[in-house]
């Protein structure tokens, strides 16, 4: 896999590995690009939410723009996450990956379920919205 772009901007995707799990951080606008699962296991690992290291864009509800996925270039899908604070996050119904703009990922950890409601969360967690182009 060679080097891929920002799905947001013009930057490029640089290579981060936290705890060996590699994940690809914009060097512009420092959004987050998560191949399948990463995230997961990313926000289960204690201090991970130091590789967020971009400013929240000023809209902070729905995806600012529609995004491809970088890696097959498909229109990604928008999600919503319902945790302490509803997140909004980009999903790529071909690969799974997930782009996370900066600032989300620390949402997106502090969102993580507690195993008490885990089944509960897990049931509301996910919406998915036709994207309108
Ligand atoms: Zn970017
Ligand atoms: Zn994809």
């Given at each position: 896999?060679?080097?891929?772009?920002?799905?947001?901007?013009?930057?490029?995707?640089?290579?981060?590995?936290?705890?060996?799990?590699?994940?690809?951080?914009?060097?512009?606008?420092?959004?987050?690009?998560f191949?399948?699962?990463?995230?997961?296991?990313?926000?289960?690992?204690?201090?991970s939410?130091?590789?967020?290291?971009?400013?929240?864009?000023?809209?902070?509800?729905?995806?600012?723009?529609?995004?491809?996925?970088?890696?097959?270039?498909?229109?990604?899908?928008?999600?919503?996450?319902?945790?302490?604070?509803?997140?909004?996050?980009?999903?790529?119904?071909?690969?799974q990956?997930?782009?996370?703009?900066?600032?989300?990922?620390?949402?997106?950890?502090?969102?993580?379920?507690?195993?008490?409601?885990?089944?509960?969360?897990?049931?509301?967690?996910?919406?998915?919205?036709?994207?309108?182009?």
């Amino acid at each position: 896999m060679g080097c891929i772009g920002c799905p947001q901007c013009r930057g490029k995707l640089e290579k981060v590995i936290y705890q060996s799990i590699e994940i690809d951080r914009c060097s512009l606008c420092r959004g987050i690009w998560f191949d399948r699962l990463e995230a997961e296991e990313l926000r289960r690992i204690k201090g991970s939410e130091s590789v967020d290291i971009g400013k929240p864009t000023p809209c902070q509800g729905r995806p600012c723009q529609s995004v491809g996925c970088p890696r097959c270039g498909k229109t990604m899908v928008q999600m919503l996450d319902f945790g302490q604070q509803p997140l909004w996050y980009e999903k790529c119904s071909q690969c799974q990956g997930m782009w996370l703009e900066a600032g989300r990922f620390k949402v997106f950890k502090q969102n993580l379920p507690t195993p008490g409601n885990w089944a509960r969360n897990k049931a509301k967690q996910v919406l998915t919205v036709a994207r309108s182009i």
